[in-house]
């Protein structure tokens, strides 16, 4: 399987960015999607993750109610919609995939990376 994430940039604080990543391979194989994120300085953590149908979704409790997860399975794509950026969110997104909830902690593939900076 790769991934291949976009839309990473500079942008102030307050502002929005979408991310995307399209998956190629044996993607059927993998059906949750998701994205980790690693700060200057700190660990890889998880963010957010979807499920096959979509119906469900998961985030980490920093982002909640201003990140929206979701993918177009036609496209084999999954977006990041982040809002009311914070400079804490500041970091290298990556996009991940897995056979299920393990996708949280030990995703199967991850793609490159694309970094997000934001100024205050």
């Known amino acids: 399987v790769q991934l291949q994430a976009s839309g990473g940039g500079l942008v102030q604080s307050g502002g929005s960015l979408r991310l995307s990543c399209a998956a190629s391979g044996r993607t059927n194989n993998y059906p949750f999607m998701g994205w980790f994120r690693q700060a200057p300085g700190k660990e890889r953590e998880f963010v957010a993750s979807i499920t096959w149908s979509g119906a469900s979704t998961y985030y980490i409790d920093s982002v909640q109610g201003r990140f929206t997860i979701s993918r177009d399975n036609g496209k084999n794509t999954v977006y990041l919609q982040m809002n009311s950026l914070k400079p804490e969110d500041t970091a290298v997104y990556y996009c991940?995939?897995?056979?299920?909830?393990?996708?949280?902690?030990?995703?199967?593939?991850w793609g490159q990376g694309t970094l997000v900076t934001v100024s205050s």
């Open positions: 991940v995939v897995a056979r299920g909830t393990i996708i949280r902690s030990r995703p199967d593939y």
